[in-house]
Structure formats: structure tokens, C-alpha cells
């Protein structure tokens, strides 16, 4: 049986194989440019491959699931998750929010949800600013789970204790749901799910929770073994060294976040783009903040031809230069920058004029 339901906020998408269990996976969130599809479902292409019946809830903006954007299609929802004998809630995220919100109102048996929100609106969601410029266009925004009851009985959270906001969320849904299960994975910062994918874990975890028996000291270990093959993990925990004022640890775990990147590439592994450029940007502020402008260098000649990832670093390269006084090779990247054809970025163009007013370079330099 196929479904298809779409309207203009969110889109409803099926692969059933049986009765027995059924996921229902909520998107994370979306990249607004983008049109979003029935295709579009998280976890899509796991589910399918291992033939586990799915429904994708998919959002076409993201309205963190509020339920006057989400009514007719939860309907169509609920129905059809009756006929199953176990119903599993799954997202991250702005998911991670929906499958707590209605874990009820589906009757979910199981929820998993990972890096989760625990509020948008009111002064609970004060201390938490990342996604104000989504929340603030949301016209209708309610917590009115927090006042419900008889949550199901497993519901797992997974997240980094670390990390400011996610462990704040994570303690609130505490408050709420008692009983649920909060599992910390440091140095996973935001990007829980990421982490678990790079370190090649994801599926491991994902069928545990399935299954009927969790051992989650069983899966801590796994995650401990295995996090080092992945870049993120290693930018946290140099985010967290700085945290403690541990400058050249950080320094440290910041080269080894970009080493990891560089051997996934040389060893056929899969690099999610996005989160390696934050990896990357993220060593960039380190190297400026500390003056180690030597290590931006060394990583400038490894990565600067877009092989390992594409992200242009022109601008930094430019900003390194004249941060270092090197006067020569500023004036040379400019001058280059301008010979391509592309136009001078504001923070560029603001360069280039305090070079030549502290001496670092001539206005003739780039006539």
C-alpha cells in the first residue's frame, strides 16, 4: 500500500514491507531553498534498504510540527499506524522535538529522539538562540505536551551532556517524562546523528533500539571505540578543551578533527560536506584566536584545492595574511582574487583597506 498525502506545510510517504513494527520518522530541518518530495523522508534510504515499514513525515518548512500546520496529515497518520503491532517515533532535532510532541497522539510504543528541543516557545526556550530566525516565523507555537501524561514506556534521548543547549533540552525533557532514558555521547556536540554515521555506528544503534532488549552500556562502548573516525567528534572535544582552558590540548584535537577528514577521503569513507566545513571553519577560529597562523598554512595547502572537500578558503587564506603580516603573499591573493574575475567580499574589501592604511600593502598594489 502507498500513501501520499501533501498539503501546503507538510507531506505524508510510505515503504511498508509487514505489520509487525512500524517507524515513523520525523524530519530534522530542512533546507528551506530546497523543494521537498515524497522522496524526501529521513532515513529513507536505511529503512528501505533493510525493509522496515516506515511512514515520513516531511515538513516543507520548518514549523517544528506544530499541530495547526500538521492536523489533517497526523490524522491520516494515526489511522494507519493502528494496524501495526509496534509503533516507533524516530527523528532529530527539530524531529527529535515532533516525536516527543506526539508520542501520545500516535501511541507510540517506542521513542528515539536524538539532539532533541525540548521547547520553542516561552521562557523555557529563552537560553536557546540557534534557531530564533525559524521559531520567530512560526505563527501558532505551543509546548502542550510538557502538560501531558503516560508517556510510553522507552523513550530514549540521545546527546552530548556537553553541549550548552542540547544538554539543557535534554534535562527539560527529564522534567517532563520522568522515566526517560537520557543517554550522553560526548564530544557529539549537536550533531549526534552525524558522529554516529561517521564513526559507522548508526545502524548498530538504530537496530538495538528496535529490538526489544536495549544493552545501553553495551552501546556506549561501541560509540567509544568507534567515535574516533569521526572529524565532528574530534571539534568538540576541542571545542570542550577550550571550554576548560586547555588551549593547546584544544589545539591538538582541533589538527586531529582535520587529519580525520583528510584520511576518510584517502580511505573511501563518506564525508557529510556540511559537517566538515563547520569542522574546518570551526580550526580556522582556532588558528586566528591563538595567532597559530603556521597550522592554517599547513591546512591551507591540504585543502585549499577542494579535493577533499569543496569549500573555498580564499577568504581566510587572505585574512591569515594579513593577520600574519605577510605582506607579499596578501597583496599576491588579492591581486590573484581580482584576476579571477569574482568580486571583493565586504570583509576583503575591508582588508585590503586597513592594509594599506597600516602599511602592508600600496593602493598601486592592486590598480
Known amino acids: 500500500m502507498e500513501i501520499f498525502y501533501k498539503n501546503k506545510d507538510v507531506i505524508i510517504s510510505n515503504s511498508f514491507y509487514d505489520?509487525?513494527?512500524?517507524?515513523?520518522?520525523?524530519?530534522?530541518?530542512?533546507?528551506?531553498?530546497?523543494?521537498?518530495?515524497?522522496?524526501?523522508?529521513?532515513?529513507?534510504?536505511?529503512?528501505?534498504n533493510k525493509k522496515i515499514s516506515c511512514i515520513y513525515v516531511i515538513p516543507t518548512w520548518n514549523h517544528w510540527y506544530q499541530y495547526e500546520y500538521m492536523q489533517d496529515a497526523l490524522e491520516i497518520v494515526k489511522v494507519i499506524a493502528k494496524g501495526f503491532k509496534k509503533?516507533?517515533?524516530?527523528?532529530?532535532?527539530?524531529?527529535?522535538?515532533g516525536v516527543?510532541?506526539?508520542?501520545?497522539?500516535?501511541?507510540?510504543?517506542?521513542?528515539?529522539?536524538?539532539?532533541?528541543?525540548?521547547?520553542?516557545?516561552?521562557?523555557?526556550?529563552?537560553?536557546?538562540?540557534?534557531?530564533l530566525q525559524f521559531w520567530n516565523k512560526i505563527d501558532y507555537k505551543s509546548d502542550s505536551w510538557h502538560a501531558e501524561n503516560n508517556f510510553p514506556l522507552n523513550v530514549t534521548i540521545f546527546y552530548d551532556r556537553y553541549h550548552l543547549e542540547d544538554g539543557r533540552h535534554a534535562r527539560l525533557v527529564s522534567n517532563y517524562i520522568k522515566h526517560a532514558k537520557l543517554i550522553s555521547l560526548p564530544f557529539s556536540g549537536h550533531e549526534v546523528f552525524?558522529?554516529?554515521?561517521?564513526?559507522?555506528?548508526?545502524s548498530d544503534?538504530?537496530?538495538?533500539?528496535?529490538?526489544?532488549?536495549?544493552?545501553?552500556?553495551?552501546?556506549?562502548?561501541?560509540?567509544?571505540?568507534?567515535?574516533?573516525?569521526?572529524?565532528?567528534?574530534?571539534?568538540?572535544?576541542?571545542?570542550?578543551?577550550?571550554?576548560?582552558?586547555?588551549?593547546?590540548?584544544?589545539?591538538?584535537?582541533?589538527?586531529?578533527?582535520?587529519?580525520v577528514i583528510e584520511w576518510r577521503k584517502l580511505n573511501g569513507l563518506t564525508i557529510d560536506a556540511a559537517k566538515a566545513k563547520m569542522t574546518l571553519l570551526s580550526f580556522v577560529d582556532y588558528c586566528f584566536s591563538t595567532n597559530n597562523y603556521a597550522w592554517f598554512y599547513d591546512m591551507y595547502k591540504r585543502f585549499s584545492n577542494r579535493k577533499i572537500i569543496n569549500v573555498d578558503l580564499t577568504e581566510h587564506y587572505i585574512e591569515c595574511c594579513f593577520l600574519s603580516g605577510d605582506g607579499n603573499a596578501f597583496i599576491a591573493a588579492v591581486q590573484e582574487l581580482d584576476k579571477s574575475g569574482k568580486a571583493r567580499s565586504p570583509k576583503v574589501a575591508h582588508l585590503t583597506k586597513q592594509a594599506i592604511e597600516k602599511s602592508i600593502a600600496a593602493a598601486s598594489d592592486f590598480h
Open 194 to 202: 552525524a558522529v554516529l554515521n561517521e564513526s559507522g555506528i548508526l
Open 100 to 131: 516527543l510532541k506526539y508520542a501520545n497522539y500516535l501511541k507510540a510504543c517506542d521513542v528515539i529522539s536524538i539532539s532533541p528541543q525540548a521547547a520553542v516557545t516561552g521562557a523555557q526556550s529563552e537560553f536557546d538562540s540557534r534557531f
Open 19 to 48: 505489520t509487525e513494527l512500524l517507524v515513523i520518522s520525523f524530519c530534522p530541518l530542512i533546507d528551506e531553498r530546497q523543494t521537498m518530495t515524497k522522496d524526501s523522508g529521513f532515513g529513507k534510504v536505511f529503512f528501505e
Open 205 to 259: 544503534f538504530i537496530f538495538s533500539l528496535l529490538s526489544a532488549n536495549v544493552d545501553y552500556a553495551v552501546l556506549l562502548s561501541k560509540y567509544r571505540r568507534n567515535r574516533a573516525k569521526s572529524g565532528v567528534a574530534w571539534m568538540y572535544a576541542a571545542r570542550n578543551s577550550l571550554t576548560r582552558n586547555r588551549v593547546n590540548a584544544a589545539g591538538r584535537l582541533y589538527k586531529k578533527s582535520i587529519d
Open 87 to 97: 509503533v516507533v517515533l524516530y527523528g532529530v532535532s527539530m524531529g527529535g522535538y
